[in-house]
């Protein structure tokens, strides 16, 4: 198990990188490393591990040999869900063994600490968003996810909806249609049946680029 192989999976803005150990047809085993770390975190203990597993230490969005995200974008913590949603995808495990490792130690500032916290809840966020993708959740210096009992179905069916659309617009991206004038005004008022045709035609002015093809 000391030997990897870097993988890539493609995203809408570049790629997440990660490093797997292991037989590819072993027990999938996909490892979070923490607040400002990256899949080199688990190097020295992957080889300690079973032998029969595959372990994935992805680098999130931003770290190690991941894209970063556009310049100007926030990293929210949702956004990191949505990256093992993406990868588990990429990979195309049904079921999995979720390890997760934050870095919360008490010697950081006040502000590396609170982050450091709130890292910790992206695995036990995941299995609580998709229980029947997890089969065991093993936690490294990490606490599990705390949610107000009385929001608790309000936060599962909203916070999943969000990524599954997310997931499924981006599946079905596609290189956008070459239309006429008269066809994209039609379409554009199809999509809006407030818009009148002469406010859809000043909309178009600045809202549809034209190419030799329409």
Known sequence: ???????????PWGHVAAKAWG???GHPV????????????FDKLIPLLPRDCYYVAMDFSGHGLSSHR???SPYHFLDYVTDVRRVAAALQWRRFTLMGHSMG?????????????????????????YPEMVDKLILLENLGFLLAPEGTEAWLKSKRMV?????????????????SPEAALQRLLEANR??????????LQRGATETPAG
């Open 23 to 25: 037989p590819s047809d």
């Open 70 to 72: 556009p310049a100007g």
């Open 194 to 203: 407030h818009l009148t045709a002469e406010g859809g035609a000043i909309l």
């Open 163 to 179: 990524i599954d659309r997310l997931l499924s617009l981006e599946a079905k991206q596609q290189t956008p249609k070459a239309r």
């Open 30 to 41: 996909l490892c979070l490393h923490g607040w400002l770390d990256n899949a080199n975190t």
């Open 105 to 129: 130690k008490m010697k950081t500032p006040l502000n590396a600490q609170l982050f450091s916290f709130l890292y910790c809840f992206i695995s036990p966020q995941f299995c609580f968003l």
């Open 1 to 11: 198990l000391g030997m990897f192989s870097e993988l890539k999976f493609p995203v």
